[in-house]
């Protein structure tokens, strides 16, 4: 049985990979500092033998007895909120984390694949993104302690690759969403969603007009396995090109929801990327991969995913207490 690590194993994508790799026939072990992440996201594995957890910060050193024929490593905030809230955590993991774990890959020989993102092409100047474009990044503005971690996180990993012969690799992945979002990690889905669940205004940041593209959770996990299983080592874009502005999709999720709340519009956060698109020609052509799942089809079965949760889900403003961890 071949055996995989997946860290950041708690939380939106990490437990959609544990799925994955469980479902492919893997022994999945799952590591997490539950920081972000959350063990209701993986609550349904713990019965099985297939399936171990640890409790543990990567960023500190990574002990596992077990040989591994593979490593994925998603441990890291992900959206505007918890940079702001635990920035030093977002580089240590991306940082150190990521220096932890390709030691351990080559200790154990295994494949590592990197979670990057595409924050690393910044505020965009050119449209779409693709590989090649070295981005727009203010490395001291509030989405610098991510973007910045992630693309050392990218540095470092070429390096352990050229260097040591490591095989890695390495997604970077565009806006993605589904079931198992926090619901309030401060993104536009959970947040529009659970605003028309509350009965709230849709808060609209600058005047809506900035776009994105949104894939769904199941076709970005088949480009993360697809990646992983391949023998390309420079990074590959994974998103669904198919843009929409902010405005645009606050009317298509009041549609959706068939609720009549009105759209408020809020101050752009700062560094708010204008426009992202990816441009998958790269996925498309060395992983034969290209979304599938529309967006209308996509957003139903996460709104129904948020409208199973309980009302006192709904209501919490952020069920997390970040003052201990931010001092670390
Ligand atoms: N956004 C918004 N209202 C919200 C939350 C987000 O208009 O309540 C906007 C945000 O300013 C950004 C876009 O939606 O332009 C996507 O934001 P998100 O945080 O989901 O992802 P990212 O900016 O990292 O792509």
């Known amino acids: 049985m071949k055996k995989v690590l ?25 590591m997490d500092n539950l920081i972000t992440g959350d063990l209701k996201n993986i609550e349904h594995l713990f019965k099985l033998e297939s399936f171990d957890f640890y409790h543990h910060d990567v960023s500190k050193f990574v002990h596992v007895p077990d040989e591994l024929d593979y490593i994925l490593h998603f441990a890291s905030p992900a959206s505007p909120i ?11 993991v991306g940082s150190l984390g990521t220096h932890n774990l390709l030691g351990l890959a080559k200790a154990k020989g ?6 990057s993102t595409s924050e690393v092409y910044g505020d965009p100047l050119v449209h779409p993104q693709n590989e090649d474009y070295y981005g727009n990044v203010n490395t001291i503005g509030p989405r610098g ?7 050392f996180q990218e540095s470092l990993t070429m390096a ?14 565009f806006n993605t969403y589904g079931p198992r979002m926090r619901l309030n990690d401060g993104r536009v889905i ?20 900035q776009t994105r593209s949104f894939c769904y959770v199941d076709d970005q996990i088949e480009g993360i396995y697809k990646l992983l299983m391949s023998d390309y080592a420079e990074p590959v874009n994974i ?26 519009f ?5 560094d708010d990327p204008m426009q992202r698109q990816p441009d998958i020609s790269r996925a498309k052509s060395i992983l034969g991969w290209e979304p599938k799942v529309e967006r209308g089809e996509g957003m139903k079965l996460t709104y129904d995913y948020f409208k199973s949760l309980s009302k006192e889900e709904l209501q919490k403003s952020d069920h997390k207490d970040f003052s201990v961890h931010n001092r670390k």
């Open 6 to 30: 997946i860290t950041g194993a708690a939380g939106f994508l990490g437990s959609h990979l544990c799925d994955k790799f469980i479902n492919e026939g893997f022994k999945v072990i799952g």
């Open 110 to 115: 295994a494949r590592l694949l990197i979670a």
């Open 266 to 270: 809020r101050p752009l956060p700062k």
């Open 82 to 92: 918890d940079y702001l809230k635990i920035p030093i955590q977002t580089l240590k």
């Open 160 to 173: 352990y690759h050229r260097f040591h012969g490591l095989e890695t690799r390495i997604v970077r992945i």
């Open 145 to 151: 302690v991510y973007d910045e971690a992630k693309r």
């Open 239 to 264: 998103g669904n090109p198919y843009e929409i502005s902010i405005l645009d999709f606050a009317q298509e999720i009041i549609r959706l929801t068939g609720t009549d709340q009105k759209i408020v």
């Open 190 to 209: 959970p947040a529009f969603i659970g605003q028309a669940l509350r009965g709230e205004d849709l808060t609209v940041f600058g005047d809506g007009s």
